[in-house]
């Protein structure tokens, strides 16, 4: 069992910064020796959610999309079952419901379907 919790999330001026948070909690009875790849996906209203960032369990490979790169970074502490997105320079167009997602394994694709746990979502909203 593997739960994630999503915070940080808030309204602010184009050009502000926002650092959001995800929380993995795992059950100890679930946990063994699995070693579990996060990221962050994107929803606005109507829209279909898209990838934004990801982590591998070890922390080596980091994934972005374009609209995002060099904006973002996505950042862990595996010993705390945490994963950080600093946001930067923040555009109206970032305005959405920021989704943490979870992978009972290792970071391979950024596919939707390629994440097997989901959190409840924070809110971003960016003015001009």
């Known amino acids: 069992q593997v739960q994630l919790s999503e915070s940080g999330g808030g309204s602010v001026q184009a050009g502000a910064s926002l650092r959001l948070t995800c929380e993995a909690l795992?059950?100890?009875?679930?946990?063994?020796?699995?070693?579990?790849?996060l990221g962050w996906f994107r929803q606005g209203t109507g829209k279909e959610r898209e990838f934004v960032a990801a982590?591998?369990?070890?922390?080596?490979?980091?994934r972005y999309s374009d609209s995002v790169k060099g904006r973002f970074t996505i950042s862990g502490d595996d010993a705390k079952d945490l994963v950080f997105m600093q946001m930067d320079s923040l555009k109206p167009e970032d305005t959405d419901v920021f989704y943490c997602?979870?992978?009972?394994?290792?970071?391979?694709?950024?596919?939707?379907?390629?994440?097997?746990?989901w959190g409840q979502g924070t809110q971003v909203t960016v003015s001009s």
């Open positions: 795992i059950h100890p009875d679930n946990r063994g020796n699995n070693r579990h790849a």
């Open positions: 997602a979870g992978r009972d394994g290792p970071l391979v694709r950024t596919y939707i379907q390629s994440f097997d746990f």
């Open positions: 982590i591998s369990a070890n922390g080596v490979a980091l």
